[in-house]
């Protein structure tokens, strides 16, 4: 097999900045050994995050320039809308500024005290939004999902048994839509089969409740689906993102991942209350139903994006390539979550620096080698992200201490990855000179994106 080459030419390019180690190792120590305190300029690979951070191709900026900027009736809303509901079928279409706008009309709309929003997974935002309502979100990931050593197809799939043996205890009455994850983002960007979308959906019908999609990852689970599962191989993506959003009765999406822009999302249905309701809610807080928060240049951006995320040469060197990333890795014996997702690698830090208990946060000792070695800007998911401390002042570790190396779409060429490839097992080789790292400072929630640390 040829290699998979990065399916686009560059027009346009940015520049980075290149900086030493040694001033890494200041720069570092002056954002309290917090990468979200570092100045991008200051960072040579940014894989904070895969939102928001696609290079956009020539045709999106043109769309841009030929945006119809009116209030209202904008040539550039129906654009996208026809883009929309040509991909999911869905009857109303909403645009907002972004994804969790989006949750937070819906949940506005169909959650509050005494409701209960079954998932495979919420999204942290997604979660928030339910919470916020009054309901409560919980979360139903298959076992298989949960264990990282294990290698296989559908990590992201919803235990069904789970799930009906929920809508039995708690009433269906109380429960006013089932939502499902993909890919599963907070389970290691892992799929969720056709099949299970199917069952779900036999499940919905049985006790006659609304199926929501959060889409963010449609594409590249609609991808993961024509490579795993045989019934599919023939398919098109678009046919099989069709068949996805065929089962549900409307979705929830962050076009900043898979719509490939840099901000922009939408909110769609069938249930005409509810999407009166939701449009009511749109115009006090995001603005008007045919721009939603957005510029309506966005909208054209976004309608472009929806088709360019289904090109499927696009598709196979973007799993193609993480997928690369992480072979390299596993080859050098780094140790991650495997198999390796769709958007993101995940280094499995309590086997990368088992010398540092979980208190002494080692994901964070990694996260600081990597950007002191190679300017590599990467996120703690584990005991500072998610940690507590006890009453008796015991640290207590969420199950997983993760580094989260997330791939900005269309942005980095192979060599740029075989540089990072190369700066984290040089860290590996030397991780026995990791030190352990304790908290300075801390915010009472979300105390992960303000956190002051230092060495122990
Ligand atoms: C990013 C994301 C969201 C929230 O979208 P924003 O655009 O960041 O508000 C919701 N669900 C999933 C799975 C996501 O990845």
Redesign the pocket.
């Known amino acids: 097999m040829k290699t998979t080459i990065e399916p686009f030419k560059i027009k346009s390019v940015e520049p980075i900045r290149f900086t030493t180690a040694e001033q890494r190792a200041a720069l570092i120590r002056e954002a309290y050994y917090n990468p979200f305190f570092l100045k991008s300029e200051d960072v040579l690979i940014d894989f904070l995050t895969d ?2 951070t696609t290079a956009m191709s020539a045709k999106q900026w043109s769309g841009i320039m030929d945006g119809d900027e009116a209030y209202a009736g904008s040539r550039s809303y129906f654009r996208f809308e026809d883009a929309v509901r040509d991909l999911t079928g869905f009857k109303h279409i909403i645009p907002t500024h ?4 989006a ?1 937070k009309i819906l949940f506005s709309v169909v959650g509050g005290a005494g409701n209960i929003i079954p998932n495979n997974t919420h ?1 942290d ?2 979660r928030a939004n339910v919470e916020y309502s009054g309901a409560e979100a919980v979360d139903l990931l298959n076992e298989i999902g949960k264990k990282p050593e294990v290698i296989a197809d559908f990590k992201g799939n919803m235990d069904v048994e789970s799930l009906e043996r929920l809508i039995q205890e708690r009433g269906a009455e109380h429960i006013p839509l089932i939502m499902i ?1 993909v890919t599963n ?2 389970g290691g960007g892992q799929p969720v089969s056709m099949a299970n979308i199917r069952e779900v959906r036999r499940v919905c019908d049985r006790y006659n409740i609304p199926l929501f999609i ?1 889409a ?2 449609f594409a590249e689970n609609a991808y993961f689906i024509k490579l795993r599962e045989p019934e599919f191989a023939q398919k098109s993506v678009r046919e099989i993102a069709r068949e996805m959003f065929s089962y549900a009765d409307g979705c ?1 999406m ?1 076009a ?2 898979d719509g490939m822009v840099n901000t922009g ?1 939408f909110l769609a249905m069938n249930n005409d209350d509810w999407a009166a309701k939701s449009k009511n809610i749109l115009i006090i807080t995001e603005g008007f139903t045919t721009y939603g928060g957005l510029a309506r240049r966005d909208l054209e951006a976004i309608a472009q994006g929806l088709e360019e995320v289904l090109d499927e040469n696009y598709l196979n060197y973007r799993i193609r390539s993480t997928e690369y990333f992480g072979k390299k890795l596993t080859e050098a014996g780094v140790p991650l979550l495997l198999p390796t997702g769709g958007h993101a690698i995940y280094l499995d830090a309590r086997r990368f620096a088992p010398h540092i208990p979980p208190e002494q946060f080692p994901g964070q000792a990694v996260v600081c080698e990597i950007y002191r070695i190679a300017g590599i800007r990467s996120v703690e998911i584990g005991s500072l992200m998610f940690g507590k401390t006890a009453e008796n002042g015991q640290h207590i570790a969420p199950p997983m201490e993760l580094v989260r190396l997330a791939i900005p779409r269309r942005v980095y060429t192979q060599s740029h990855i075989d540089y990072c490839i190369e700066a984290i097992v040089e860290a590996y080789e030397k991780r026995n000179d990791l030190r352990g790292m304790k908290l300075i400072y801390e915010a009472p929630y979300l105390r992960h994106f303000t956190a002051h640390l230092e060495y122990v």
């Open positions: 939102s928001g972004q994804g969790r706008a949750e999204f935002t997604t994850t983002n907070s959060d963010c990852r929830t962050s900043k991942k999302g």
